[in-house]
């Protein structure tokens, strides 16, 4: 059973048991590049240095302008070496893209700004719990734009689209915690989207998730626990917690039992059943004066977590 | 023999007559000229311009980074300013660049031609370009677009910047393009002088032709999906967007169909330059002449068919990824035979190192470099790790600015004596020249390396545990490298312009037809158009028989 090793020059620690393979082939087009380099570079500072120019009329000292052999060589070899490449590519791409038979399936959903993860059991979490040495596979959709799901460690990445399935698989070789980050351009918090892929040994993996990997912590308070899911899942982007502070959405100081008015021109009052309304299905009453743009979290907010995020919210005034 | 490839009894005249510059007076005559050489000036000044405020974007964008969190703006700001840095940089500075710059002025006199096939063709090429451009700096009162230059859907079919006008500022500008690419196409079939047969071509002209024939194209396929898109922004229609029923990656197909040929369009006339200096300062013909030209060609046809590279995450199928890696391997070999061949050049040469050839020599190395990044990238299992990340950012610099900003820096320094008769502050020139070059390496060297380490593209921010931020902060001082040779580049120019010291016809001691007209050239630039009688880089050897008069090989 490997571990995950260190990190390179050029790479990160090798964290899956595809990494290796991918740095592998790295590595060899990295030497050709030195290789060619150097020649090149050599040529050129040789034939500089050797050639100069000394006085104003010196004149070249030979008409060599054409070789077969030589024309030919520099096809036929660097062709000979980019089919070497392309095939050892395009076989790894092959591992890399198909998953193996039995692998534990995790269903991922990107949004605008966020990541969430819903297991087999039906719990939906922010974070990527998985077991080590398991192969999982993630199938993968996103609520809105085009999103990317990249983790450096495993060397894996693949495009979260709007309207079909993507796959990417990985098997972590240790426990640890290694970066996802969102590849796909998205809009203002597209920096802001990383989460961790938390590997768990496979009794610990077993245990937590029979506990729920996220429920709220032991001895914290629902209010606390609210106030660590506005990060999380990503509402502080939106909303700010000063009062009267506009961002893309309305703040949240004292935002329980305001009163307020609908672009449809319908009166509310912010109570629960109007905040968790807005978060299930945030186009049905959006704010006078706001844009249209908040996604829906239905499906990955569950009754534990909405109920935190409202005792959160009440502390705000 | 000769000074040049024209007919040796062909009477050049160092009596200067009025030039091109002086021949009409006011305003108006420049804005309605139809003088290919000052459409090419007008161009010249504007392509400054337009690299300047492009310059200005990167700037800020390596500022924000030089610290995580909140450097000098919010990331809402941030990303209109690196979509306006591509945006600027690809469609109104290296796109148009060599070809409208130095093509304009040049393609002609290298023909013995006293204009291009179409001069008002080409003014409206112009005008149509500074139309495009003024749309597109119109955005940015409007609040700037925040898409990244690649427009991806649904991201741009949704966001509230001003999408519609850049797209539609796109859409002017390629005709602008069409139009030159067009006029060139022409020129060079119609209007070569006798005895200007293709293989006595210089090789700058093989390289506008191949770069015409992809504008004529490939701009066409880039104007329908523009309009596409703002048909799906205006009226609801789903072809993109999921939400309507489209498909996005559908876009991503259309849109690399025209952008990948396009990265073609920009490095090939920076090829075609190098071509004339490498001869021009080793005073030797070129190393494999037909293979050079020919490459050029094949660059163009193949270039049509590689554009799923980049797409190999994109949802796309294996097998359309197999396809398109193997066809990216296939358009390298054409680029690696010029990089050799004029290496080879090289050879027993007589190497001059005046300033022109400080950038084509760089160029080399650089492009090298360029290329040789490309592979992790043709290939399917590390494109998958290197993808949308840093890695990506440096290699397409090095080719687009180590290489295509490098020719076209030497290719102006190379004509500049014969486009305002004015030499150049050498000194300084070279002071530039490797300021530039290690302000590149210091800003886009470090970039290889945080790219390989996972560190994505566009990205406002970065933590700092990550380990990114010292990459970042040398990233952010090479480009204060850089800017220090631009500006230094741009006082000894203008002061050129102002009181530089007379320039000769032939400074360089070249041998294609640009350099028998006066310096700067008359209006119609030859009297009599001359015959050519050889091909465009026989040099004299040293040692043959050169007892000849009117031999002029010194760069005095």
Same mark, same amino acid.
Request: glycine share 8%; proline share 5%.
């Given at each position: 059973?490997?571990?995950?090793?260190?990190?390179?020059?050029?790479?990160?620690?090798?964290?899956?048991?595809?990494?290796?393979?991918?740095?592998?082939?790295?590595?060899?087009?990295?030497?050709?590049?030195?290789?060619?380099?150097?020649?090149?570079?050599?040529?050129?500072?040789?034939?500089?240095?050797?050639?100069?120019?000394?006085?104003?009329?010196?004149?070249?000292?030979?008409?060599?302008?054409?070789?077969?052999?030589?024309?030919?060589?520099?096809?036929?070899?660097?062709?000979?070496?980019?089919?070497?490449?392309?095939?050892?590519?395009?076989?790894?791409?092959?591992?890399?893209?198909?998953?193996?038979?039995?692998?534990?399936?995790?269903?991922?959903?990107?949004?605008?700004?966020?990541?969430?993860?819903?297991?087999?059991?039906?719990?939906?979490?922010?974070?990527?719990?998985?077991?080590?040495?398991?192969?999982?596979?993630?199938? $993968?959709?996103?609520?809105?734009?085009?999103?990317?799901?990249?983790?450096?460690?495993?060397?894996?990445?693949?495009?979260?689209?709007?309207?079909?399935?993507?796959?990417?698989?990985?098997?972590?070789?240790?426990?640890?915690?290694?970066?996802?980050?969102?590849?796909?351009?998205?809009?203002?918090?597209?920096?802001?989207?990383?989460?961790?892929?938390?590997?768990?040994?496979?009794?610990?993996?077993?245990?937590?998730?029979?506990?729920?990997?996220?429920?709220?912590?032991?001895?914290?308070?629902?209010?606390?626990?609210?106030?660590?899911?506005?990060?999380?899942?990503?509402?502080?982007?939106?909303?700010?917690?000063?009062?009267?502070?506009?961002?893309?959405?309305?703040?949240?100081?004292?935002?329980?039992?305001?009163?307020?008015?609908?672009?449809?021109?319908?009166?509310?009052?912010?109570?629960?059943?109007?905040?968790?309304?807005?978060?299930?299905?945030?186009?049905?009453?959006?704010?006078?004066?706001?844009?249209?743009? $908040?996604?829906?979290?239905?499906?990955?907010?569950?009754?534990?977590?909405?109920?935190?995020?409202?005792?959160?919210?009440?502390?705000?005034? | 023999?000769?000074? +040049? =490839?024209?007919?040796?009894?062909?009477?050049?005249?160092?009596?200067?007559?009025?030039?091109?510059?002086?021949?009409?007076?006011?305003?108006?005559?420049?804005?309605?000229?139809?003088?290919?050489?000052?459409?090419?000036?007008?161009?010249?000044?504007?392509?400054?311009?337009?690299?300047?405020?492009?310059?200005?974007?990167?700037?800020?964008?390596?500022?924000?980074?030089?610290?995580?969190?909140?450097?000098?703006?919010?990331?809402?700001?941030?990303?209109?300013?690196?979509?306006?840095?591509?945006?600027?940089?690809?469609?109104?500075?290296?796109?148009?660049?060599?070809?409208?710059?130095?093509?304009?002025?040049?393609?002609?006199?290298?023909?013995?031609?006293?204009?291009?096939?179409?001069?008002?063709?080409?003014?409206?090429?112009?005008?149509?370009?500074?139309?495009?451009?003024?749309?597109?700096?119109?955005? +940015?009162?409007?609040?700037?677009?925040?898409?990244?230059?690649?427009?991806?859907?649904?991201?741009? #079919?949704?966001?509230?910047?001003?999408?519609?006008?850049?797209?539609?500022?796109?859409?002017?500008?390629?005709? #602008?393009?069409?139009?030159?690419?067009?006029?060139?196409?022409?020129?060079?079939?119609?209007?070569?002088?006798?005895?200007?047969?293709?293989?006595?071509?210089?090789?700058?002209?093989?390289?506008?032709?191949?770069?015409?024939?992809?504008?004529?194209?490939?701009?066409?396929?880039?104007?329908?999906?523009?309009?596409?898109?703002?048909?799906?922004?205006?009226?609801?229609?789903?072809?993109?967007?999921?939400?309507?029923?489209?498909?996005?990656?559908?876009?991503?197909?259309?849109?690399?169909?025209?952008?990948?040929?396009?990265?073609?369009?920009?490095?090939?006339?920076?090829?075609?330059?190098? #071509?004339?200096?490498?001869?021009?300062?080793?005073?030797?013909?070129?190393?494999?002449?037909?293979?050079?030209?020919?490459?050029?060609?094949? /660059?163009?046809?193949?270039?049509?068919?590689?554009?799923?590279?980049?797409?190999?995450?994109?949802?796309?199928?294996?097998?359309?990824?197999?396809?398109?890696?193997?066809?990216?391997?296939?358009?390298?070999?054409?680029?690696?035979?010029?990089?050799?061949?004029?290496?080879?050049?090289?050879?027993?040469? #007589?190497?001059?190192?005046?300033?022109?050839?400080?950038?084509?020599?760089?160029?080399?190395?650089?492009?090298?470099?360029?290329?040789?990044?490309?592979?992790?990238?043709?290939?399917?299992?590390?494109?998958?790790?290197?993808?949308?990340?840093?890695?990506?950012?440096?290699?397409?610099?090095?080719?687009?600015?180590?290489?295509?900003?490098?020719?076209?820096?030497?290719?102006?320094?190379?004509?500049?004596?014969?486009?305002?008769?004015?030499?150049?502050?050498?000194?300084?020139?070279?002071?530039?020249?490797?300021?530039?070059?290690?302000?590149?390496?210091?800003?886009?060297?470090? =970039?290889?390396?945080?790219?390989?380490?996972?560190?994505?593209?566009?990205?406002?921010?970065?933590?700092?545990?990550?380990?990114? =931020? /010292?990459?970042?902060?040398?990233? +952010?001082?090479?480009?204060?490298?850089?800017?220090?040779?631009?500006?230094?580049?741009?006082?000894?120019?203008?002061?050129?312009?102002?009181?530089?010291?007379?320039?000769?016809?032939?400074?360089?001691?070249?041998?294609?037809?640009?350099?028998?007209?006066?310096?700067?050239?008359?209006?119609?630039?030859?009297?009599?158009?001359?015959?050519?009688?050889?091909?465009?880089?026989?040099?004299?050897?040293?040692?043959?028989?050169?007892?000849?008069?009117?031999?002029?090989?010194?760069?005095?």
């Amino acid at each position: 059973m490997a571990n995950t090793s260190e990190s390179s020059f050029w790479m990160p620690p090798q964290a899956s048991t595809i990494a290796k393979e991918v740095d592998d082939l790295f590595d060899f087009i990295m030497d050709l590049n030195y290789i060619f380099f150097i020649i090149i570079t050599v040529m050129t500072v040789a034939f500089v240095v050797m050639y100069r120019r000394k006085s104003d009329d010196q004149l070249a000292t030979s008409d060599f302008d054409h070789s077969i052999l030589w024309e030919g060589a520099w096809v036929f070899v660097p062709l000979l070496l980019c089919l070497v490449v392309f095939v050892w590519g395009f076989r790894l791409f092959l591992n890399l893209s198909v998953a193996p038979e039995g692998s534990m399936e995790i269903s991922v959903t990107a949004q605008k700004w966020a990541w969430s993860f819903k297991y087999d059991d039906g719990q939906v979490v922010n974070d990527l719990y998985v077991p080590a040495n398991r192969p999982v596979k993630l199938i $993968m959709k996103s609520r809105d734009v085009l999103h990317s799901f990249y983790v450096p460690d495993f060397r894996v990445k693949s495009d979260v689209i709007p309207n079909r399935y993507t796959t990417v698989w990985f098997e972590a070789l240790a426990p640890g915690e290694h970066r996802i980050y969102c590849t796909e351009y998205c809009g203002k918090d597209h920096s802001g989207m990383y989460r961790t892929v938390k590997v768990l040994s496979e009794e610990d993996f077993a245990a937590r998730k029979k506990k729920g990997f996220e429920g709220r912590p032991e001895g914290q308070s629902p209010a606390a626990w609210g106030k660590e899911l506005y990060s999380k899942l990503s509402c502080v982007t939106c909303h700010s917690l000063k009062e009267g502070e506009r961002r893309i959405g309305p703040s949240f100081w004292g935002i329980v039992g305001r009163e307020g008015e609908t672009e449809d021109g319908e009166k509310y009052i912010a109570n629960e059943e109007y905040i968790r309304e807005s978060i299930m299905n945030p186009m049905a009453k959006i704010v006078k004066g706001y844009p249209k743009s $908040m996604p829906s979290f239905a499906g990955q907010v569950d009754d534990d977590q909405m109920d935190a995020i409202l005792a959160f919210m009440k502390t705000l005034k | 023999m000769s000074e +040049t =490839q024209a007919d040796p009894g062909y009477h050049v005249s160092d009596k200067k007559e009025t030039n091109y510059i002086h021949a009409s007076k006011g305003l108006l005559s420049w804005i309605l000229t139809v003088d290919h050489k000052r459409i090419g000036i007008m161009y010249l000044f504007t392509i400054f311009a337009t690299f300047a405020l492009g310059g200005l974007m990167a700037l800020l964008v390596r500022l924000e980074l030089l610290t995580p969190g909140e450097t000098i703006m919010g990331p809402e700001t941030y990303n209109r300013v690196f979509t306006l840095h591509g945006l600027v940089m690809v469609f109104l500075f290296i796109i148009p660049g060599i070809p409208a710059a130095l093509g304009n002025f040049v393609l002609p006199l290298m023909l013995g031609a006293k204009d291009v096939a179409f001069p008002k063709l080409n003014l409206a090429s112009f005008h149509i370009y500074i139309i495009g451009t003024i749309m597109a700096l119109w955005t +940015t009162l409007d609040g700037g677009v925040d898409t990244g230059w690649t427009f991806y859907t649904p991201y741009s #079919s949704t966001t509230n910047t001003p999408v519609i006008m850049m797209t539609l500022s796109a859409f002017v500008l390629g005709f #602008s393009s069409i139009f030159t690419g067009l006029n060139f196409i022409v020129t060079i079939h119609k209007m070569r002088a006798p005895g200007l047969g293709w293989e006595r071509l210089p090789l700058f002209v093989w390289a506008m032709y191949a770069t015409a024939v992809i504008q004529v194209m490939a701009t066409p396929v880039l104007g329908i999906t523009l309009l596409l898109l703002i048909m799906e922004r205006v009226m609801g229609v789903g072809i993109f967007d999921p939400a309507l029923g489209g498909d996005p990656v559908l876009f991503q197909h259309f849109f690399w169909f025209y952008s990948h040929p396009a990265v073609y369009i920009m490095i090939l006339p920076g090829m075609g330059v190098m #071509s004339e200096l490498i001869t021009t300062f080793s005073r030797k013909r070129i190393f494999g002449y037909r293979a050079i030209a020919v490459s050029s060609i094949a /660059i163009a046809v193949i270039s049509f068919l590689v554009w799923g590279h980049h797409m190999f995450v994109s949802g796309q199928s294996a097998y359309a990824g197999m396809v398109f890696s193997f066809l990216t391997f296939l358009v390298a070999i054409p680029s690696a035979i010029k990089i050799i061949n004029w290496s080879t050049t090289l050879y027993k040469g #007589s190497i001059s190192l005046d300033s022109p050839m400080l950038w084509a020599l760089p160029f080399l190395i650089l492009f090298t470099i360029g290329g040789l990044t490309g592979i992790f990238l043709g290939a399917l299992g590390t494109d998958v790790h290197l993808h949308d990340t840093y890695f990506v950012v440096a290699h397409f610099h090095y080719v687009m600015m180590g290489g295509t900003a490098m020719a076209f820096f030497g290719g102006i320094h190379y004509w500049w004596p014969k486009m305002f008769g004015k030499k150049y502050n050498e000194f300084w020139a070279r002071v530039s020249a490797v300021l530039v070059f290690l302000g590149f390496n210091i800003t886009f060297l470090p =970039q290889f390396v945080m790219g390989s380490r996972g560190m994505p593209r566009r990205y406002y921010d970065y933590t700092p545990d990550s380990g990114y =931020q /010292i990459f970042h902060q040398i990233s +952010t001082v090479g480009s204060w490298v850089l800017l220090l040779g631009m500006l230094i580049m741009l006082v000894y120019l203008a002061s050129s312009l102002r009181s530089g010291e007379v320039a000769e016809r032939n400074p360089w001691g070249a041998r294609s037809l640009e350099w028998l007209t006066q310096s700067p050239p008359i209006e119609h630039n030859f009297h009599e158009i001359p015959t050519v009688v050889e091909g465009p880089y026989e040099f004299p050897l040293a040692g043959a028989n050169t007892a000849s008069e009117g031999m002029d090989v010194s760069g005095s």
